[in-house]
Structures are given as structure tokens and as C-alpha cells.
């Protein structure tokens, strides 16, 4: 199983990015999934999750309104769009897939597999 997220970079302030996080060895329709990132010194946070055919989406208070989740479940692939990206949204981020879903998204434990993380650096 492998998860492989990309599409890090840097960015300027109040500009975009697409974060595609790539799946192999599971089918991710049976997974919720989820963003989660880490910012240098600080623990890993939650940052999206969306439910197994992407009727639900969740975010974290921080990104709402900026930044939106999303799925293709035939191409076994999840999304994350970044818009109007702050210099507090530098941060290694990771995709995860969860089995049991729709309880606890939002906790790193309930994540089955991640991937290796993509780093995004917004400038100011």
C-alpha cells in the first residue's frame, strides 16, 4: 500500500495550490480520506477529510472558505485545492486513508495508511 502526495512548493501569499495525493495497493472508495499537516515546531494537525464517495466534506476552522477537498475515486486519487494561502500555511503535508471513517476523521489514530508528506512554503 502507498500513498504519494505531491504538488508542494512555494508559494506568495494569497496564491493557489493542488496537492494530489496518489494511491496504490488499496481502492480508496472504501476509505474516507484525509489532510493533515505539520508546521516546523508544531505537532501534526487535521486539516480536511471527505467521506467515501465525497458527499462530506470537514475542514479545520483555519482553511474553511479557502481551501476545498476533493475525490476521484476511479483514478484512486484525492485532492487538496489551497487558495488564498497564508504564510501560517507553510507546513509538510501528508495524505491519509482511513478504513473505519465518519467517527473520528479528525484524529491522526484513525488513519490506516499515509503517505510521505509534501512540503508547501507560502512566502509573505
Known amino acids: 500500500v502507498q500513498l504519494q502526495a505531491s504538488g508542494g512548493g512555494l508559494v506568495q501569499a494569497g496564491g493557489s495550490r493542488r496537492l494530489s495525493c496518489a494511491a496504490s495497493?488499496?481502492?480508496?472508495?472504501?476509505?474516507?480520506m484525509g489532510w493533515f499537516r505539520q508546521a516546523p515546531g508544531k505537532r501534526r494537525e487535521f486539516v480536511a477529510a471527505i467521506s467515501w464517495n465525497g458527499g462530506k466534506a470537514y475542514y479545520v476552522d483555519s482553511v474553511k472558505g479557502r481551501f476545498s477537498i476533493s475525490r476521484d475515486n476511479a483514478k484512486n486519487m484525492a485532492y487538496l485545492q489551497m487558495n488564498m494561502l497564508k504564510p501560517e500555511d507553510t507546513a509538510v503535508y501528508y495524505c491519509?486513508?482511513?478504513?473505519?471513517?465518519?467517527?473520528?476523521?479528525?484524529?491522526?489514530?484513525?488513519?490506516?495508511?499515509w503517505g510521505q508528506g509534501t512540503l508547501v512554503t507560502v512566502s509573505s
Open positions: 495497493g488499496l481502492t480508496i472508495s472504501n476509505y474516507y
Open positions: 491519509a486513508a482511513d478504513f473505519g471513517g465518519a467517527s473520528h476523521y479528525t484524529q491522526e489514530y484513525s488513519y490506516d495508511y
